[in-house]
């Protein structure tokens, strides 16, 4: 079920943002993406698809999501 509002905000803006939205309200119940800057304490902010993996590797994270690919360890 669509939030009052949402419908509205779906047919004005990006589709693509909205498909991700349902999908996480899908999969964890919630409307929410949470989208921050990417960079670890010692480097400034991640400005490229190469620097975004070469943080990934030298972090703890499990997964990276770079436009519609998913980078996780094996």
Same mark, same amino acid.
């Given at each position: 079920?669509?939030?009052?509002?949402?419908? !509205?905000?779906?047919?004005?803006?990006?589709?693509?943002?909205?498909?991700?939205? $349902?999908? #996480?309200?899908?999969?964890?119940?919630?409307? @929410? @993406? @949470? !989208?921050?800057?990417?960079?670890?304490?010692?480097?400034? #902010? @991640? #400005? $490229?698809? /190469?620097?975004? *993996?070469? /943080?990934?590797? /030298?972090? !703890?994270? /499990?997964? &990276?999501? *770079?436009?519609?690919?998913?980078?996780?360890? &094996?």
């Amino acid at each position: 079920k669509l939030e009052p509002g949402l419908k !509205n905000w779906q047919s004005a803006n990006n589709n693509n943002y909205f498909r991700l939205l $349902s999908e #996480m309200k899908r999969l964890t119940g919630y409307w @929410v @993406v @949470v !989208n921050t800057s990417f960079n670890l304490h010692w480097r400034a #902010m @991640v #400005m $490229s698809p /190469d620097q975004a *993996i070469r /943080d990934f590797l /030298d972090c !703890n994270l /499990d997964f &990276l999501f *770079i436009e519609w690919y998913l980078v996780n360890r &094996l």
